[in-house]
């Protein structure tokens, strides 16, 4: 099957920016995402990427695709102590039937 | 609230026993999914559906079934509790169609099993 790998943790201070990285197996993936996952709480859309997109910007939150090495990122400007969850990429592994292939998931741990 | 609604939260099971994991969604949405989380593996999914009558299997579908009578409810049955069904499971749903991309999902909150 396919795999999307990220690293299990990432420590910074708030007020710091944190970048959280993933890589991708299907460079054919349409869309890409990034959720946000709160103690004892399901998954929070956070934000997307079209494939044709090099970068999107919304608020504090910076997404980067390089399709060649096929590696997302997700940047928190300014991370407060709020941002601490766990962060997951996913790919849209098959559009015809709307599956998504999910990562392993990065704690973000905040320190004030 | 509009959204994906999970019950119950938190079980315990003896090993061999059977239960439903129930999950309703009052969105509308043709897809929805169960998924299984599990330390250190992200989220893998179990079964999912495209619409009231369609099912097909994920990446891990032994030991579970499922079934879609509704586009509102996609109830998860464990046929005999074992060990390793130990997780938190998730129901998600989504849009179909063009462009359905931008929306993603819309999880649940989750219910934790535990298997004795």
């Known amino acids: 099957g396919e795999d999307v790998e990220q690293s299990l943790f990432l420590s910074v201070r708030e007020g710091d920016s944190s970048v959280i990285n993933c890589t991708y197996t299907?460079?054919?993936?349409?869309?890409l995402y990034w959720y946000k996952q709160e103690p004892g709480a399901g998954l929070q859309l956070l934000t997307y990427i079209f494939s044709n997109m090099d970068m999107k910007q919304d608020q504090r939150l910076t997404v980067l695709l390089n399709k060649k090495d096929k590696h997302l990122s997700l940047r928190i400007a300014d991370t407060q102590t709020g941002d601490s969850a766990i962060y997951f990429c996913a790919e849209q592994w098959d559009e015809g039937t709307y599956k998504y292939i999910f990562g392993t998931g990065t704690r973000l741990k905040v320190l004030a | 609230n509009a959204g994906v609604t999970q019950t119950p939260k938190f079980q315990v099971l003896k090993t061999g026993q059977s239960m439903t994991l129930q999950c309703a969604q009052d969105?509308?949405?043709?897809?929805m999914s169960w998924y299984r989380q599990d330390p250190g593996m992200g989220l893998r999914l179990i079964h999912y559906s495209v619409g009231a009558g369609i099912t097909d299997q994920g990446e891990v579908p032994n030991g579970y079934n499922v079934s879609r009578s509704t586009t509102e409810d996609f109830p998860l049955r464990l046929l005999s509790a074992a060990p390793s069904q130990t997780s938190v499971y998730f129901c998600?749903?989504?849009?179909?169609?063009?462009?359905?991309?931008?929306?993603?999902?819309?999880f649940g909150s989750g219910t934790r099993l535990t298997v004795v």
């Open positions: 299907d460079s054919s993936s349409t869309y």
């Open positions: 969105m509308n949405h043709e897809y």
């Open positions: 998600a749903s989504s849009r179909t169609g063009s462009k359905l991309g931008v929306y993603g999902y819309t």
